[in-house]
């Protein structure tokens, strides 16, 4: 009996442990997400380094890398952990999915300050690009640095091409940062752990399979707000 009870006793422990495991684990990604959605406002809290409403306006999806997650966990010199959210045509952003960005020439420190990036996709075959399981940023899509102020006129040449403007922070400075040979992928384990469902980028991105969560819910009030 007494065995019997210490076995229900370790199973009981080791149920309790994991579900708290996994909480945490999802709200890691939780936690980047409120990360992303800062580093979107302080982006566009000056109207000389805002991004223009016009871009979130037209655009198709937009990515957020942001280089601190959690309260100062700082990622290696070339590679990182972000999010991207959809558009649909009626203007309705998708759930935020997980992504990850690394590799090329791209540096994630300079002079010992980590940096945040964000990605505008302006039309959906960039967002297909994201998508597909090998993507390389100034491969699959052209990315330059992205125009500022809230009435600056982003280039429609770049938009018919399927391009990706970026702005980038280090140093509490935003600016364009060169990309090229930089690889995007899927983060499956990040999406899991985030909605407690095995689903993919492509569902959660433009099949809405999930809800957002609070987190999620809150970067896409404040995407709706950037683009009036």
Same mark, same amino acid.
């Given at each position: 009996m007494r065995k019997m009870?210490?076995?229900?006793? $370790?199973?009981?422990?080791?149920?309790? $442990?994991?579900?708290?495991?996994?909480?945490?684990?999802?709200? &890691?990604?939780?936690?980047?997400?409120?990360?992303? =959605? &800062?580093?979107? %406002?302080?982006?566009?809290?000056?109207?000389?380094?805002?991004?223009?409403?016009?871009?979130?306006? &037209?655009? %198709?999806? $937009?990515?957020?890398?942001?280089?601190?997650? =959690?309260?100062?966990? $700082?990622?290696?010199?070339?590679? =990182?952990?972000?999010?991207?959210?959809? &558009?649909?045509?009626?203007?309705?952003?998708?759930a935020p999915a997980v992504f990850n960005i690394g590799g090329g020439s791209f540096g994630w420190q300079i002079g010992g300050q980590a940096t945040d990036l964000i990605l505008v996709i302006m039309t959906d075959r960039g967002v297909d690009g994201f998508l597909a399981s090998k993507f390389t940023l100034g491969g699959g899509a052209s990315v330059a640095a992205g125009p500022v102020g809230r009435d600056a006129q982003a280039s429609t040449d770049l938009q018919m091409k399927g391009g990706i403007f970026s702005y980038s922070r280090s140093r509490g400075v935003f600016a364009g940062l060169k990309l090229e040979g930089t690889g995007i992928s899927q983060n499956k384990e990040g999406d899991k752990a985030l909605y407690k469902s095995d689903v993919t980028a492509k569902e959660i991105l433009k099949e809405g399979k999930v809800r957002p969560t609070p987190a999620g819910a809150a970067l896409i009030k404040d995407l709706l707000g950037y683009a009036k």
């Open positions: 009870f210490a076995l229900l006793l $370790i199973g009981a422990l080791t149920a309790s $442990i994991s579900a708290v495991g996994a909480k945490a684990h999802a709200d &890691k990604w939780e936690d980047m997400i409120t990360e992303a =959605g &800062k580093v979107l %406002k302080e982006v566009n809290s000056m109207p000389d380094t805002a991004i223009p409403s016009d871009l979130f306006k &037209k655009c %198709k999806a $937009i990515a957020i890398f942001p280089s601190t997650v =959690g309260g100062g966990f $700082i990622f290696g010199a070339k590679y =990182g952990q972000g999010v991207v959210l959809y &558009k649909d045509d009626r203007g309705n952003w998708s």
